[in-house]
């Protein structure tokens, strides 16, 4: 093993392996090595400024015993940065310390001639790359030692039960309803990014924790320690970036559903909330208003003038948002110009499609900046110039027909090595033309993202994901998890988006109790794909905006007297909490906190608080209480240390304990922190 210092970094190289270790950021340490001759010099996530650090670095010899009592003189290593110490030793394995104290070790189980804890003969090692057999990427799997009683969170959004990842496999890949954001959070006082867009896997074991890239040229992560979440998430957003500030005039209801297919359709569903005095912030038109995927513009059959619909959305005060999809249909007026300039994703071998919902499609490479910049221009075209104030960029993951990674390519390199960043580049077509046009703020929609994508007015929500209580669970710790990977603005389609009969009283109470959710979530959007299927098209064209089906009416008095007042209630409470909001997003971006935080976000030293997650706080006052079962209307909450006020009635309560809470159907538990 070879070390040496580099303007303040420590750099070690063994057996063709170049491994660079450096500040980055107050007690903070980006970590990098290459089987390759040189480092390739992306930032991927880490696009900001690093704030100030100095680090000191330390190289010399530390004792071994190798059999027989004697001592074998061996070189070691270490860079200190504040309260983080990094030790490589003579084999290239890093010990991580904080403030002295072992915090995080590389796996070693191979024989190096010692007698060490991790000399073995297994032949496992801390590091392992293994060439891609036709390609200049390697694969890497990195091994860490497992720590007992570690409880790990953040890294996006995963539809599952579990908001402790500990013990569970994540799959490092963007799918419908899947959002792979590696940035993770740990009990233990630290945070970890894996700054690696690479499709791959990570196991947080018991045993250890295994990281895997498919396809990569590098290993690259960052690592911070603190003594609380909060810390940890400021630390992360200082060198990923923080959201922007968010409009006020979108803190309110977006409507939605699928799908309005008329300009009339639009128009009469804001006046008749007009009408009623109800504000809806934004009405969202959502797919196939449009001729062909790709042409990305409205079917003038039934959107004959785009722009005097806006300038009458405008006028009573409604934002308008478009969907746009990154799928270009064969038949549409822009594949051949498209293809022949290079702007579309490749695949490695057979046909040229990547897509085939209603189309022989293939998606746009937005890795390109030259794509970015043709479908920013045809959007500002056909959209903007209209007056549309807002892009729902659906699709986002990309959505492949199928999910071989390994069979398609961007300008940037195969999938496998990319994939992830696929998203936020999408989104960057939109945010920097955008910001072009105007120094508004830019909010869009989307249904994926990844390490960093607050920085560009990014709204996620949590995709296509089933009409049923258990998935209303899966979503409170979607939207957690999502917080603690920094992604402020999340949301998801209020009462699910697959739903077979919306006269199902118990689908009814379903939407009642998302509904009452996401009141207390950052975006409060209403949508779905309502049946029953029974209305009819409106034309026998196999393409425009006509032929495709449409869902049920889903706006707040669709569904009864009943329902539509207690929707009116939790409007009402919404719409009285627009200065609290408002003072939350500041906070996303002053700090990077999220708006729906974990109960240990704000009670760290609470150790019930960690195992908690189905409650949560709604910034620092609110302690929001979900109903997450049919027929429930009792729940209990655990109320930490503190006085508490229910909403409901009134009543203080004392807190370090847990209550009971009644939870009849319009009525939500939440409990105000009163100090």
């Known amino acids: 093993m070879q070390f040496f210092e580099d303007h303040g970094a420590l750099v070690a190289r063994l057996y063709g392996e170049t491994l660079r270790i450096e500040a980055w950021g ?66 290239g394995v890093i010990t991580f310390y904080r403030d002295g104290a072992l915090l ?30 036709g390609g200049t990427e390697f694969s890497l799997n990195l091994k860490f030692e497992s720590i007992d009683g570690e409880k790990i969170f953040g890294m996006g959004q995963y539809q599952q039960k579990y908001m402790d990842m500990k013990g569970c496999t994540l799959e490092l890949a963007q799918r ?25 896997r990570v196991t947080f074991g018991k045993n250890y924790t295994e990281w895997i890239a498919r396809a990569t040229r590098e290993m690259d992560y960052w690592i911070t320690a603190a003594d609380t979440p909060k810390e940890l998430l400021a630390s992360y957003t200082a060198v990923t970036g923080r959201a922007p500030a968010y409009p006020e005039d979108r803190m309110g209801l977006w409507q939605c559903k699928l799908r309005y297919r008329t300009q009339d359709e639009v128009l009469s569903v804001a006046r008749r909330y007009h009408e009623a005095g ?14 062909l995927q790709g042409d990305w513009q409205f079917d003038p059959v039934y959107w004959p003038d785009p722009k005097a619909m806006c300038d009458e959305l405008h006028s009573m005060g409604i934002k308008v948002v478009v969907s746009v999809w990154p799928s270009v249909d064969r038949k549409s007026v822009h594949f051949q110009d498209m293809l022949e300039k290079g702007l579309l ?49 659906d699709n986002s993951e990309p959505d ?11 300008q940037a390199g195969p999938a496998l090595a990319v994939s992830n960043l696929y998203p936020q580049l999408y989104s960057r077509a939109f945010f920097d033309g955008m910001r072009k046009q105007s120094d508004a703020p830019v909010v869009n ?5 990844w390490a960093g994508s607050q920085k560009y007015g990014n709204v996620i929500w949590s995709g296509d994901v089933p009409s049923t209580f258990e998935a209303l669970y899966d979503q409170v710790q979607c939207g957690l998890n999502m917080g603690l990977a920094g992604i402020p603005w999340w949301n998801t389609d209020i009462g699910g988006f ?36 029974n209305i009819p098209k409106l034309d026998d064209r196999d393409f425009g905006g006509g032929y495709l089906h449409t869902g049920q009416p889903n706006e707040m008095w669709s569904y009864g007297g009943e329902n539509f007042r207690i929707m009116k209630k939790y409007y009402d409470i919404r719409i009285g909490m627009h200065d609290y909001i408002r003072s939350l997003y500041e906070e996303a971006s002053e700090n990077g906190s999220p708006l729906m935080r974990a109960m240990f976000y704000e009670f760290p030293e609470d150790p019930v608080c960690w195992e908690l997650q189905d409650q949560y706080m709604f910034g620092s006052r609110l302690l929001v209480a979900p109903i997450l079962a049919l027929n429930a209307s009792v729940r209990e909450v655990y109320l930490p240390e503190g006085r508490w006020k229910e909403q409901r009635t009134g009543e203080v309560f004392t807190g370090g304990r847990r209550v009971n809470a009644d939870a009849p159907l319009d009525y939500l538990p939440v409990f105000e922190r009163l100090d």
Not at 42 to 48: D, I, K, M, Q, V
Not at 176 to 200: D, E, H, I, R
Not at 358 to 366: A, K, N, T
């Open 26 to 91: 107050p007690d903070s340490f980006r970590v990098r090595s290459t089987m390759l001759p040189e480092f390739s010099g992306r930032r991927w996530a880490l696009t900001e400024e690093a704030p100030a650090a100095q680090a000191s670095v330390e190289i010399g010899e530390e004792d071994h015993w190798v059999g027989d009592g004697t001592v074998d003189r061996k070189p070691v290593a270490s860079i200190t940065n504040g309260r983080l110490k990094a030790v490589v030793n003579f084999a």
């Open 104 to 133: 995080l070790r590389e796996y070693f189980r191979a024989y190096d001639g010692t007698l060490s804890r991790e000399s073995r003969c297994l032949k496992v090692v801390n590091r392992e790359w293994k060439g891609v057999i």
């Open 176 to 200: 419908n309803s899947q959002v792979t954001v590696p940035f993770l959070v740990s009990n233990k006082g630290y945070g970890m990014l894996w700054n690696n867009p690479a499709v791959g």
């Open 278 to 291: 109800i504000k809806i912030d934004l009405i969202v038109i959502d797919f196939f208003h449009w001729t």
């Open 345 to 393: 994703i490749r695949t490695e071998r057979g046909a040229l499609q990547t897509y085939d919902y209603q189309g022989d499609c293939v998606e746009i490479d937005p890795f390109n900046p030259a794509t970015r910049e043709y479908v920013w221009n045809v959007c500002k075209q056909n959209y903007y110039d209209y007056g549309i104030d807002a892009f729902w960029l």
């Open 400 to 410: 492949y027909g199928v999910y071989d990674f390994e069979h398609y390519r961007y």
């Open 445 to 449: 929609l989307l249904r994926s993202g």
């Open 498 to 533: 697959m739903t077979d009969d919306v006269h199902d009283p118990d689908w009814q109470q379903l939407l009642i109790r998302w509904y009452e959710f996401a009141v207390y979530t950052p975006v409060f959007r209403l949508h779905g794909d309502r049946g029953p299927y």
